[in-house]
């Protein structure tokens, strides 16, 4: 069972940036898309970006153009690159699997990203 460790959060002023990482306990190469996501208190998890094993990449729209996904399967690590954040890109943030037939592995700790001025 793969496990994933998130880092990189942290506090920030609105229109900076930063640069999260995702960790995979053992290699990713044969998952097809890898996904980050982000939840704050109360609400659901959302997905708000997905890299496939080709590098075909999506995202939720109020992202699009700030946020990038990548992915190094040869580090079994996966990225996302956030500039011009908002306020309203608090939450606490999770990478996983996207279950496009199965299920999700199990829901690291995540990275808290907090963008306030």
């Known amino acids: 069972q793969l496990q994933f460790v998130e880092s990189g959060g942290g506090l920030v002023q609105p229109g900076e940036s930063l640069r999260l990482s995702c960790a995979a306990s053992?290699?990713?190469?044969?998952?097809?898309?890898m996904g980050w996501y982000r939840q704050v208190p109360g609400k659901q998890r959302d997905m708000v970006a997905l890299?496939?094993?080709?590098?075909?990449?999506d995202y939720k729209s109020s992202v699009e153009g700030r946020f990038t996904i990548s992915r190094d399967n040869a580090k079994n690590t996966v990225y996302l690159q956030m500039d011009n954040l908002l306020p309203e890109d608090t939450a606490v943030y999770y990478c996983?699997?996207?279950?496009?037939?199965?299920?999700?592995?199990?829901w690291g700790q995540g990275t808290q990203v907090t963008v306030s001025s």
């Open positions: 890299i496939t094993s080709a590098g075909i990449t």
């Open positions: 996983n699997n996207v279950p496009y037939s199965g299920t999700y592995y199990a």
């Open positions: 053992g290699s990713i190469s044969s998952i097809f898309a």
